[in-house]
């Protein structure tokens, strides 16, 4: 699409990817966002450091939320939110309450002229350049799987779990608890940190090693230090190599990893399959760890020889292919809004400040005549 420059020119719009963990915010067209920043708040009452979509009632998301912004706003990105444009990267799956929640903060409090909300699974794709893949995104509460064929999702397709990053981080702290290091260490931060120091996927022979009970070399075990509590725990081997195991454990459900991605390629038509399982695609801050693409590819080839199940409804020989990010892979869906802001779909496909006033209400993106009619055609 071409480049909308009189937009860029002026005040280029504003792209906002609100994680439940990290905010990914910056300008259209740039190629990496200005600041990532957790997703809490800082509470003028107290003091307290607070989730932002930890609420009880929709006033107090909107509050949160109107608060949140002003700190993105006139902190973080030093502009003046009053008739910009604006990108909102979603989760197709996600809460109507937080998206018409978030609708009403920018409409009513922020006063902002238009607001153009984009999937992250069919954005992360743009960034490629290309309408068909499978998207797979470790995020940090959930993993999701969405199969998108000539840039239409297929949400009978759609499968998601609740394993993620925060999953990891309970591995990790279950494990550390259980060798004597002391809870009040092990903040949500040092957690995090262990992780993407210490942390990686292993291969598939010594992930099966482990499951038949065969004697193996663990790897070496590392020193951590703690700057906040002048601390030194030890991060056993064991550890490091065993915590992305929820993603492969084998179960009754058929729900790991590679099962839900097989299960996703086989609920869309046989037309599409092979398109599909050519083009994987894998993004997310869960997903930045060594040795996961090479484990997912051995275990989807395994499933596909000795399962009866896939063997008999993928004919022929497939090949898994990957995709790799352009960037990074904890922030791809920001950078495909940021790619559709510099497009003349912020003119054609936002919502506009008049057409909310009029119907306050935001049209599900699914819906082409709510879309139509909010938009005043």
């Known amino acids: 699409m071409p480049l909308y420059e009189s937009v860029m020119q002026e005040k280029p719009p504003i792209v906002l990817d609100i994680g439940n963990a990290y905010t990914k915010l910056g300008f259209a067209a740039e190629a990496y966002p200005r600041m990532i920043i957790p997703t809490e708040l800082v509470l003028t009452t107290t003091g307290e450091t607070k989730q932002l979509f930890d609420y009880t009632q929709t006033d107090q998301l909107y509050d949160q939320l109107v608060d949140f912004l002003q700190t993105i706003f006139f902190k973080h990105l030093l502009v003046s939110p009053k008739e910009r444009k604006f990108v909102l990267v979603e989760n197709v799956c996600g809460q109507s309450v937080i998206r018409e929640t978030l609708a009403r903060a920018l409409f009513m409090h922020f006063d902002v002229s238009s607001v153009l909300f984009v999937s992250s699974h069919l954005t992360a794709l743009s960034t490629l350049a290309v309408s068909t893949g499978l998207v797979v995104d470790i995020g940090y509460s959930e993993t999701t799987v969405m199969p998108v064929f000539s840039g239409v999702q297929i949400m009978s397709a759609f499968k998601d779990h609740s394993y993620g990053s925060c999953a990891v981080h309970a591995e990790i702290k279950r494990q550390l608890l259980a060798t004597g290091v002391k809870e009040s260490l092990l903040s949500e931060q040092v957690l995090e940190d262990i992780k993407l120091r210490t942390c990686f996927v292993t291969t598939l022979e010594r992930a099966q090693a482990k499951i038949n009970e065969q004697p193996q070399q ?36 058929r729900d790991s990893l590679p099962h839900l991605i097989l299960r996703a390629i086989l609920d869309c038509s ?94 599900d993106w699914s819906n082409l005549c709510d879309n139509y009619r909010l938009n005043g055609n």
């Open 218 to 253: 663990p790897p070496p075990s590392v020193d951590y230090a703690i700057c906040d509590d002048d601390a030194v725990i030890q991060i056993p081997g064991t550890l490091r190599e065993s915590v992305y195991e929820i993603l492969f454990e084998q179960n009754n459900e």
């Open 270 to 363: 046989r037309d599409v399959r092979r398109a599909l399982v050519e083009s994987i695609f894998v993004i997310g801050g869960g997903s930045m760890v060594q040795g996961l693409l090479a484990r997912l590819k051995a275990e989807l080839q395994l499933l596909l020889e000795n399962d009866n199940y896939y063997a008999a409804h993928f004919h022929g020989e497939l090949q898994f292919k990957f995709y790799s990010c352009i960037g990074k892979q904890n922030f791809t869906a920001w950078l495909g809004g940021a790619l559709c802001g510099a497009t003349d779909l912020i003119q054609s496909r936002s919502l506009s400040k008049e057409a909310y006033l009029r119907h306050e209400h935001v049209p």
